[in-house]
């Protein structure tokens, strides 16, 4: 167990550091490009099935929308879609747009081998247009009405349509998208179902979905061994070489490490990055090639369906992202824009360089930490602690994930705009830099005057901030007054029934304090709570206590008043008890008075027990949870909410993890401020007591 | 002794506030056991006319049943689910428990008896992780838990969240004990040829009883206690905890006062009786943590 007698080998040690090191890189980035290059041929086959898809809509939209009817648009479709099933024998014309809408599905799905199925749906009439679906014939052939058990694809037709017109406020805002308008799943199977709206003179009428069969293009890349193996092992290899030539001299072996760890990086991420550009080169060039059919195939459906004077179809707009925004890769003529291409492929090396970078950086650690024997001082010390280690590690390893990992992942997604539909995504990808912290910092509009007077925006960071300092300060001068008043009287000598009163006014800490919280929101009812009860006997008039801001307040603070004083109580009784009887004995030898013996002798022993307690009492009323959530639930509007219920509530109820995250950031400053403030002035005090 | 100097006051004043401040004491603590024995689920002692004589009102704020009747804890159990709520609060509390005791009793251990690099950084890391407020915390830990790993109303899930919010102040706590008990009897115990583990388990914890004992009941009272990650984290109707359940009946539209106050009575009987055992450590163990802190 003890430490060799024969000196360490530098040379073996940075032997070891640097083939660590460039595991650690050349390793991660294999895995890197390997990740990145399935997701590219995932991303292939979804934007193929997005272009057949779209494709699709285009002829769809056009069999729908006959020539005359074009400007019409929304009435005309309506007209179309009821008549037929009101009177259908006398009026076969208006019959038509379905059964175009069912000849173009039909006949492109037969035209497209891998499509599994094709529908589309109507919103007018929750009608089921067409189907090619195996399920989806004799008595449940379309057209005809969606089932009950089909309600989610109504749903998320009208998802859908609520994303559409949800997006188009946005960027009239001047904002992005927020929510997808073409919804793709992944099948079981490997297969995919693309959903996306159809539309016609500007709204949203229906729903295309589409199931495609499992894309070949999808497959498994197969990992390049050799180049990673040999960008690992030949600087290995070069510096035990070069080893034999330094010997054992520490700062020659460490900066050829340093110069092979680097070259090895970077000419790997050099190779990486040329097979990258392979392969979005080949997947672009695919995709233009499936635009090109698609073109083909829907231009020929077109003129089969007979739709003369139909708009021409727009395959400009086929390739599309989630938002239908298009990508514009490929041009007019069906060619690949070299200049978006390149555009893509430079964002790639951008972000390649980044990761490497990083990479790096954790290589370099590695190869210093080994190589300087630190790696060997560690390895030392957990064999001979390891029953120390053994016994924490437990405990360390429950901790690390589940509090200190959160902690720290909390503090990144304050950093974002997480929310509940896309807290799935890498965080790299909702970054937004000190936004939320700017938003909830900068708005200073704490209350407008109006016609009806000042009017409070009660959700204002700033009133929240304020109330729960007035609601700490309240709270604590409460407690520890009544705490301290009901501790001097209990410990008066002589007086009778003393442990009984302790007992009893220990109480309210003993009850759980979610069921105080509950029980004092029953009694402050309006209508049949019994406090409104009593101040009716005293003839005073009944209050709406949760319908004013100082009515509100005052039922949250009876409610901790009465759950808070015991604790300060018993605190201050335990410390009372411990004052030594002879302090006030001599001091009434020397003539004091009680309020001198009060000042010279009691405050001055309570203070290290009451100080500890004071601190405490303001942590814990500052995030006093229970008794606002449950007693005032932030009534009336917010203004009586603590900054975490409302921290919370926008976690919780809103769902803007990343903006009630920042939020919860700046209560924790503030709580650390408060924490660097009460040690000073407590050492202060303590300087001056001593 | 100060009889001459409590002499100089009449105690009829002092018994005076005593009384007033024991009356507001009681008084909720009754009308939560007057609602619970009413047999009914009105928030109301007794209905009032609108004309209500002096009597009426004064025995419409009296915290004594009308009719004194236990029907709302028979259907309590009978109607409600409130016997599962039970259940999962008693698994979830005696878990953590457990999962409590076991990893801060070991770590505390280790910290007690080995200094080995990286003691101080561990119980540092500890007591600050103490300060990480809870609403951070829980949105990370749902999306986590949630989430990623699809322990939403599970078991599993609660009591990890518990357990970790335990584990600080148990482990400073039995460190503090294990300090106070003597080294020689591990050490005549090695020599004797027991095994690192048998000495932990067989002879210092055995020692540490007491210790043990305030920890199990600190970690299960966190459990018991805890309402708003419970109501969070279970979000199964079946999986409520006892506190999720009691505001399930009061809050929103519904108004089952009577279930509520039964409940309340249920889940806070025991834990009020560990309480008025335990207050003494508790006192002493939390401003000794904020000393220290």
Redesign the interface.
């Given at each position: 167990m003890r430490a060799p007698l024969r000196p360490p080998s530098h040379r073996r040690r940075f032997v070891i550091g640097l083939a660590c090191a460039l595991l650690l890189g050349v390793g991660v980035s294999l895995a890197l490009l390997t990740a990145a290059r399935t997701a590219e041929r995932h991303q292939l086959a979804s934007r193929e099935a997005v272009v057949t898809l779209r494709a699709l809509t285009g002829l769809i939209e056009r069999a729908e929308a006959p020539p005359p009817a074009e400007e019409g648009g929304f009435a005309d479709e309506l007209a179309g879609l009821d008549t037929p099933a009101e009177e259908p024998a006398e009026e076969p014309a208006p019959d038509e747009p379905g059964e175009a809408v069912r000849r173009a599905a039909a006949r492109f799905a037969a035209a497209h081998p891998e499509l599994r199925s094709v529908r589309v749906v109507t919103f007018e009439g929750i009608r089921l247009e067409a189907s090619t679906d195996p399920a989806d014939t004799g008595a449940r052939a379309a057209p005809r009405r969606l089932e009950r058990e089909e309600k989610d694809v109504y749903d998320q037709g009208q998802r859908l349509r609520a994303a559409i017109d949800e997006n188009r406020e946005a960027v009239a805002g001047g904002g992005s998208p927020i929510n997808p308008e073409i919804a793709v799943q992944e099948l079981a199977d490997g297969g995919l179902s693309i959903a996306g709206p159809v539309e016609s003179g500007g709204a949203t009428v229906g729903m295309v979905q589409i199931r495609t069969a499992p894309n070949p293009a999808v497959r498994p890349p197969a990992p390049a061994w050799l180049p990673a193996l040999l960008a690992w092992l030949a600087p290995v290899a070069l510096l035990a070489l070069l080893g034999l030539a330094i010997g054992e001299r520490r700062t020659v072996l460490a900066a050829a490490a340093l110069v092979l760890l680097a070259a090895g990086l970077f000419g790997f991420s050099r190779w990486v990055l040329g097979v990258l550009e392979a392969e979005r080169r080949e997947t672009a060039r695919q995709l233009a090639a499936h635009v090109n059919e698609q073109r083909e195939i829907a231009g020929q459906l077109l003129t089969e369906i007979d739709s003369t004077g139909a708009a021409p179809l727009d395959p400009l707009r086929w390739d599309v992202d989630l938002y239908r925004v298009p990508r514009e890769l490929v041009t007019a003529e069906g060619t690949l824009d070299e200049g978006r291409l390149g555009e893509q492929i430079r964002l790639d090396a951008g972000r390649l360089t980044r990761s490497v970078a990083v990479l790096a950086v954790l290589a370099l650690v590695l190869l210093t930490f080994i190589g300087f024997g630190g790696a060997a001082a560690t390895g030392r010390?957990l064999v001979r602690?390891r029953?120390?280690?053994a016994?924490?590690l437990?405990?360390?390893l429950?901790?690390t994930l589940?509090?200190?990992?959160?902690?720290f992942?909390?503090i990144a997604?304050s950093f974002t705009n997480?929310n509940i539909y896309n807290?799935?995504k890498p965080i790299t990808d909702l970054w937004v830099g000190l936004d939320n912290f700017i938003s909830i910092l900068s708005d200073f509009s704490i209350a407008r005057s109006t016609a009806d007077g000042l009017v409070i925006n009660y959700n204002n960071f700033y009133w929240t901030l304020g109330f729960n300092v007035v609601w700490t300060i309240a709270n604590v001068v409460i407690g520890v007054t009544l705490g301290l008043?009901?501790a001097l009287?209990?410990n008066?000598?002589?007086?009778?029934?003393r442990p009984i009163?302790r007992?009893?006014?220990?109480?309210?800490?003993?009850?759980?304090?979610?069921?105080?919280s509950?029980?004092?929101?029953?009694?402050f009812?309006q209508q049949?709570?019994?406090i409104n009860?009593?101040r009716?006997?005293v003839g005073l008039e009944p209050v709406a206590w949760f319908d004013g801001p100082l009515t509100s307040f005052a039922a949250v603070l009876t409610t901790n008043g009465?759950l808070s004083f015991s604790f300060m109580m018993?605190?201050s009784l335990?410390a009372l008890q411990s004052i030594p009887?002879d302090l006030?004995?001599a001091a009434?030898v020397d003539g004091a008075t009680?309020w001198q013996q009060f000042l010279a002798i009691t405050l001055p022993s309570l203070r290290p027990?009451l100080i500890?307690?004071i601190?405490?009492s303001v942590i814990w009323t500052f995030?006093q949870?229970?008794v606002i959530?449950?007693v005032s639930a932030g009534e009336p509007a917010g203004a009586t909410e603590i900054l975490?219920t409302k921290?919370?509530r926008l976690?919780?109820e809103q769902y803007r993890?990343g903006y009630?995250?920042a939020y919860?950031?700046v209560?924790?400053l503030i709580?650390?401020a408060y924490?660097i403030f009460q040690n000073r002035a407590t050492q202060a005090t303590e300087a001056i007591g001593e | 002794?100060?009889?001459?100097?409590?002499?100089?006051?009449p105690?009829w004043p002092?018994?005076l506030?005593?009384l007033l401040?024991?009356v507001?004491?009681?008084y909720?603590?009754f009308?939560?056991l007057t609602?619970a024995f009413s047999g009914g689920q009105?928030?109301?002692?007794s209905d009032?006319p609108p004309d209500a004589a002096?009597g009426d009102?004064?025995r419409?704020?009296t915290p004594w049943p009308k009719h004194f009747s236990v029907s709302n804890f028979r259907s309590l159990f009978a109607d409600q689910p409130f016997a599962r709520w039970m259940l999962n609060s008693v698994i979830i509390s005696a878990a953590t428990t457990f999962m409590g005791v076991?990893?801060?009793s070991?770590?505390a251990?280790?910290?007690s008896?080995?200094r080995?690099?990286g003691?101080r950084a561990?119980l540092m890391?500890?007591l600050v992780?103490q300060?990480?407020?809870?609403?951070?915390?829980?949105?990370?830990?749902?999306?986590?838990i949630v989430?990623w790993l699809g322990l939403g109303s599970s078991y599993v899930g609660l009591v990890?969240?518990y357990?970790?919010t335990a584990?600080?102040f148990c482990?400073w706590m039995m460190k503090g004990y294990f300090d106070t008990i003597p080294r020689e009897l591990e050490e005549s115990a090695l020599i004797d040829g027991a095994s690192?583990a048998t000495i932990?388990f067989r002879i210092v914890l055995p020692l540490a009883k007491p210790a043990v004992a305030v920890t199990a009941l600190f970690s299960f009272m966190t459990a018991?206690?805890e309402?708003?990650q419970a109501a969070?984290f279970m979000n199964k109707e079946e999986m409520y905890t006892m506190?999720v359940g009691?505001?399930f009946f009061?809050g929103g539209f519904s108004q089952q006062?009577g279930y509520?106050a039964a409940g309340?009575i249920v889940?806070?009987i025991p834990?009020?009786i560990l309480?008025?055992f335990l207050?003494k450590y508790l006192?002493s163990g939390?401003?000794a943590g904020?000393?220290k802190?």
């Open positions: 010390s602690y029953a120390a280690y016994y924490t437990p405990a360390i429950a901790m589940l509090s200190f990992f959160p902690f992942y909390g997604l997480a807290s799935n008043i009901l009287i209990l008066t000598r002589g007086l009778a029934l009163y007992v009893l006014l220990i109480l309210p800490w003993a009850v759980p304090n979610y069921i105080t509950l029980i004092f929101k029953g009694m009812h049949f709570g019994v009860q009593i009716q006997i009465w018993v605190v335990g009887s006030y004995e009434k009680r027990a500890p307690a601190i405490l995030n949870f229970n959530f449950l975490i921290a919370y976690a919780f993890y009630a995250a919860s950031m209560i924790f709580l650390m924490g | 002794m100060n009889r001459t100097r409590s002499g100089e006051l105690h002092l018994h506030f005593l401040m024991v507001i004491t009681l909720p603590l009308w939560v609602i009105s928030l109301s002692i009032l002096l009102r004064l419409a704020i076991f990893l801060a070991t770590a251990y280790a910290f008896r080995f080995f690099p003691r561990g890391s500890f992780s300060m990480f407020p809870g609403v951070l915390m829980m949105i990370p830990l749902y999306i986590i989430q990890l969240v357990t970790v584990i600080p482990v690192q932990f018991w206690n309402f708003i969070t506190p009691l505001r009061v006062w509520f309340s889940a806070a834990i009020m309480f008025l207050q006192v939390l401003t904020a000393v802190g």
